[in-house]
């Protein structure tokens, strides 16, 4: 019976260590992909003052996970996963918004111009060139100067660029914005992020007395999460219905893309997931949360079908 008892409570432990590692993933997913909307659609303020919430969020998220003794807070070891994902996460967001000016100009075209002027932008210790283009049959290039990622051009050199034809982006060459590198890199950042938080989850952490300043952060810590695990009803459908309506914004915009349309797909379920793993485990509480993440999952779906059977 004992023994029982003792693999049931293993059990738990690791689903709800895995359940939470899940949440913590959501949220930090949830914050990247928002501050590359903030810069695509809002400006770089924005996107920096949303950045900044980045480790708060994700430490306020591992705060709640509970030692072997139950208590919450931070330790050495989630203090480095903090720094860690914070730093890839700003790369993330920075190779993000290279991913969606790409998308933006794989519907663009290839224009044939003329460098006009070249531009020497000292940053630091390093230098950033863009040259000024005019098209051989006249006009502007639309999205202002080319900023290439490594060719250098001298004024009077021909070069064709891929613009896009409403101005959204700046033009890049036509190698660059085919190019594989951005995705890639954003996706294997976000892989990084979400495996260091899963290895942290593989066993319980260890119990650390905690002193007066973290006792009292901890103390409120464990007061938003268990006003958080309790919360049912409307405010969990609204809570659910909230993400998914931000994810169909994000179809919307990664809908031309096949891959980044597989990708979104992906993140929706994981996120989802996450979502509803953030929360306790009481079986009634459980089963309407389940009944309602279904149904959600499904209307979603069938709206992004619907979106994208548009296309």
Request: net charge positive; with cysteine; charged share 20%.
């Amino acid at each position: 019976m004992t023994t029982a008892r003792t693999d049931r409570a293993v059990r738990d432990g690791r689903r709800h260590r895995y359940g939470h590692a899940l949440g913590v993933i959501a949220v930090s997913t949830g914050i990247i992909l928002g501050v590359i909307a903030a810069d695509v659609y809002a400006g770089t303020v924005p996107a920096v003052l949303l950045g900044l919430l980045y480790p708060v969020a994700v430490g306020v998220a591992l705060a709640s996970r509970r030692d072997a003794d139950g208590r919450r807070g931070l330790g050495k070891d989630e203090g480095a996963l903090i720094a860690a994902t914070a730093v890839a996460a700003l790369f993330a967001c920075l190779t993000g918004t290279d991913v969606w000016h790409n998308l933006v100009l794989r519907s663009g075209e290839d224009v044939s111009a003329v460098v006009l002027q070249e531009k020497v932008e000292r940053i630091g210790r390093g230098t950033v060139r863009s040259y000024t283009l005019l098209p051989r049959d006249g006009g502007a290039v639309p999205g202002g100067d080319l900023r290439p990622d490594s060719q250098r051009f001298k004024p009077g050199d021909t070069v064709t660029v891929r613009v896009d034809p409403a101005g959204r982006v700046a033009p890049e060459l036509p190698g660059e914005a085919d190019s594989p590198a951005p995705l890639l890199g954003f996706l294997g950042l976000n892989a990084a992020i979400g495996a260091a938080v899963l290895w942290t989850a593989r066993k319980p952490r260890p119990p650390h007395p905690p002193g007066p300043g973290r006792r009292r952060l901890t103390e409120r810590a464990r007061r938003a999460r268990e006003r958080l695990r309790g919360v049912t009803g409307w405010p969990f459908a609204a809570a659910a219905g909230a993400l998914s309506a931000a994810w169909l914004g994000l179809l919307q915009i990664a809908r031309t893309d096949p891959t980044l349309t597989v990708m979104a797909a992906v993140a929706y379920f994981f996120v989802m997931g996450g979502f509803f793993g953030m929360f306790d485990d009481d079986k009634a509480r459980n089963a309407y949360r389940a009944r309602v993440v279904l149904l959600t999952v499904l209307v979603t779906a069938a709206l992004g079908g619907l979106l994208l059977s548009t296309t």
